[in-house]
């Protein structure tokens, strides 16, 4: 029987920014460690070997791991090539692998490429039978002398290229079935579903599986039919470029660019398509004007990946992850108002926070803050305020509800601070200084106008207001400025001075 022999009975250790931020200062790497052995195109017998990342340092019992296999056309390329990713990776807490698989070895046609269709599905085949030798690989280490320490429940796939059109099939075709001629035809050729790369001296074949792939790293790559996406597959993310002229954006020829004797494929965005149709977790980064490689290049497209990514991965290892770490919510009376304070120390997939306010009638939102951090993403320490203009005498008590991009939610800890009476004022500024999003909050039941002027008088800025709302202030000179709210007959109801800077 074939078996998974799945760890999923313990934790992994989520949290901390682990999975999503670079919590270990350096990988560990263990190079060229065999995990198959099998006959290439040409009949050469190749060993396949692999480099693998682990955390410097890590203690956990068990690890997600990703395996990767590189680009090329399935002409060229070698694992040194996703090496910069699995080393990302192994720094965020994962176990990664950078694989070799065999390339195609026949003869080419007139532009370096795969001469017969066939034969490019052939490269495919072999390369997904390479992937499942390398599952298998630490599938049998997970049930054995845990080396590794892997999490067999959470194996993910990944490549670019060439290198991705082999985990794209690898995922999602499990079983023939699936498939018409040709591809049923060449992978029962390359020994079936299972595949026939095997460990040398000591077999796997037909004690391990590599069912059970968790989700799947897509760079530029397609598969021959969008259909192998089905409901209940494997999660999947993707980035391409928009102008990919050697794989697809969508549907259409491989290497439209070079050639039109490319075969038809789905790319990333009909994969997309198919999956959102079917009901399969997925994401795309489009990289708009992104051609096939030199993308990847651009530092911008890069971070933007790794953010990306690492969200999105994270929250399948580890999922209601908090949306923030290390927060601790504080309450002043201050200037005839009470004033409500915390710093973050990062922030994953952070939406904002909803200020809520204990009445008789259980907990109420009093206001809503927006997250600082870029794309909900930071790990670095950002400070946050908020003012409450209409408080009660006797305890005031608070907390923050704290909303993620995808939904999850939890709560702060609760603060309470007394407040004995007096005028409350009914108009506040906040926060002061300002650097990029001031907070105008007012006690007017109807719109207001809020003017922005210089030291001078000179008007600067007008904005209509009601209750507490953000104004963008970046375009503003740093220098001091004075707030003048006027309610809807135009009387001036409140003043503030701040400072932009």
């Given at each position: 029987m074939l078996s998974t022999f799945s760890t999923a009975a313990q934790s992994l250790p989520c949290g901390n920014g682990r999975?999503?931020?670079?919590?270990?200062?350096?990988?560990?790497?263990?190079?060229?460690?065999?995990?198959?052995?099998?006959?290439?195109?040409?009949?050469?017998?190749?060993d396949l070997r692999m480099d693998i990342f682990q955390p410097t340092g890590d203690v956990a019992a068990i690890r997600p791991l990703f395996i990767f296999a590189f680009g090329g056309s399935f002409v060229s390329g070698d694992r040194t090539q996703l090496a910069y990713l699995c080393d990302s990776l192994a720094r965020k807490g994962y176990v990664a692998v950078a694989i070799d698989y065999r390339l195609y070895d026949g003869p080419l046609g007139i532009f370096g490429l795969v001469l017969n269709p066939n034969d490019g599905i052939d490269a495919v085949a072999k390369g997904m039978s390479d992937i499942?030798?390398?599952?298998?690989?630490?599938?049998?280490?997970?049930?054995?002398?845990?080396?590794?320490?892997?999490?067999?429940?959470?194996?993910?796939?990944?490549?670019?290229?060439?290198?991705?059109?082999?985990?794209?099939?690898?995922?999602?075709?499990n079983s023939i079935a699936e498939t018409v001629a040709p591809v049923s035809t060449i992978i029962t050729a390359n020994g079936g579903i299972q595949g026939n790369t095997d460990l040398p001296g000591t077999p796997l074949l037909g004690t391990y599986s590599f069912a059970g792939?968790?989700?799947?790293?897509?760079?530029?790559?397609?598969?021959?039919?969008?259909?192998?996406?089905?409901?209940?597959?494997?999660?999947?993310?993707?980035?391409?470029?928009?102008a990919d002229d050697v794989v697809p954006f969508g549907y259409g020829q491989l290497f439209s660019g070079v050639t039109n004797l490319g075969q038809?494929?789905?790319?990333?965005?009909?994969?997309?398509?198919?999956?959102?149709?079917?009901?399969?977790?997925t994401k795309l980064l489009p990289v708009i004007g992104g051609d096939h490689v030199n993308m990847y290049f651009d530092p911008a497209t890069l971070t933007s990946l790794d953010t990306s990514a690492?969200?999105?991965?994270?929250?399948?290892?580890?999922?209601?992850?908090?949306?923030?770490?290390?927060?601790?919510?504080?309450?002043?009376?201050?200037?005839?108002?009470?004033?409500l304070s915390w710093q973050t120390l990062t922030e994953t997939d952070s939406k904002g926070f909803l200020v809520e306010k204990q009445t008789t009638n259980g907990w109420k939102s009093v206001g809503e803050i927006t997250s600082k951090a870029a794309n909900g993403y930071s790990v670095l320490p950002l400070g946050y305020s908020f003012i409450d203009v209409q408080p009660e005498n006797g305890y005031n008590t608070y907390r923050l509800k704290m909303i993620s991009l995808n939904g999850n939610a939890t709560y702060s800890n609760t603060t309470k601070v007394v407040w004995k009476g007096g005028t409350v004022i009914p108009f506040v500024i906040y926060p002061n200084p300002v650097n990029a999003v001031l907070y105008a909050k007012t006690t007017l039941t109807s719109t207001g106008t809020l003017k922005i002027y210089s030291p001078?008088?000179?008007?600067?800025?007008?904005?209509?207001?009601?209750?507490?709302?953000?104004?963008?202030?970046?375009?503003?000179?740093?220098?001091?400025?004075?707030?003048?709210?006027?309610?809807?007959?135009?009387?001036?109801?409140?003043?503030?001075?701040?400072?932009?800077?």
């Amino acid at each position: 029987m074939l078996s998974t022999f799945s760890t999923a009975a313990q934790s992994l250790p989520c949290g901390n920014g682990r999975f999503v931020s670079g919590v270990f200062p350096s990988a560990t790497v263990t190079p060229a460690v065999l995990y198959g052995r099998n006959t290439t195109y040409a009949g050469v017998v190749q060993d396949l070997r692999m480099d693998i990342f682990q955390p410097t340092g890590d203690v956990a019992a068990i690890r997600p791991l990703f395996i990767f296999a590189f680009g090329g056309s399935f002409v060229s390329g070698d694992r040194t090539q996703l090496a910069y990713l699995c080393d990302s990776l192994a720094r965020k807490g994962y176990v990664a692998v950078a694989i070799d698989y065999r390339l195609y070895d026949g003869p080419l046609g007139i532009f370096g490429l795969v001469l017969n269709p066939n034969d490019g599905i052939d490269a495919v085949a072999k390369g997904m039978s390479d992937i499942k030798a390398a599952i298998r690989f630490f599938k049998r280490d997970a049930a054995t002398t845990k080396t590794y320490r892997i999490d067999t429940a959470n194996i993910f796939v990944g490549g670019i290229s060439s290198g991705s059109m082999a985990a794209l099939h690898t995922t999602y075709i499990n079983s023939i079935a699936e498939t018409v001629a040709p591809v049923s035809t060449i992978i029962t050729a390359n020994g079936g579903i299972q595949g026939n790369t095997d460990l040398p001296g000591t077999p796997l074949l037909g004690t391990y599986s590599f069912a059970g792939i968790r989700g799947v790293w897509n760079m530029s790559g397609a598969l021959y039919d969008s259909g192998y996406i089905k409901a209940g597959d494997a999660a999947l993310f993707g980035i391409h470029g928009t102008a990919d002229d050697v794989v697809p954006f969508g549907y259409g020829q491989l290497f439209s660019g070079v050639t039109n004797l490319g075969q038809f494929v789905s790319g990333s965005s009909s994969l997309h398509n198919q999956a959102n149709n079917v009901g399969v977790q997925t994401k795309l980064l489009p990289v708009i004007g992104g051609d096939h490689v030199n993308m990847y290049f651009d530092p911008a497209t890069l971070t933007s990946l790794d953010t990306s990514a690492s969200r999105y991965f994270g929250n399948i290892v580890c999922p209601g992850t908090l949306p923030v770490t290390g927060i601790y919510l504080k309450a002043n009376v201050a200037n005839k108002h009470i004033e409500l304070s915390w710093q973050t120390l990062t922030e994953t997939d952070s939406k904002g926070f909803l200020v809520e306010k204990q009445t008789t009638n259980g907990w109420k939102s009093v206001g809503e803050i927006t997250s600082k951090a870029a794309n909900g993403y930071s790990v670095l320490p950002l400070g946050y305020s908020f003012i409450d203009v209409q408080p009660e005498n006797g305890y005031n008590t608070y907390r923050l509800k704290m909303i993620s991009l995808n939904g999850n939610a939890t709560y702060s800890n609760t603060t309470k601070v007394v407040w004995k009476g007096g005028t409350v004022i009914p108009f506040v500024i906040y926060p002061n200084p300002v650097n990029a999003v001031l907070y105008a909050k007012t006690t007017l039941t109807s719109t207001g106008t809020l003017k922005i002027y210089s030291p001078v008088m000179r008007l600067i800025q007008t904005h209509i207001v009601m209750g507490s709302q953000g104004i963008a202030v970046s375009a503003l000179s740093d220098g001091l400025y004075l707030g003048i709210l006027f309610d809807h007959q135009n009387k001036q109801a409140g003043s503030s001075w701040f400072i932009k800077k």
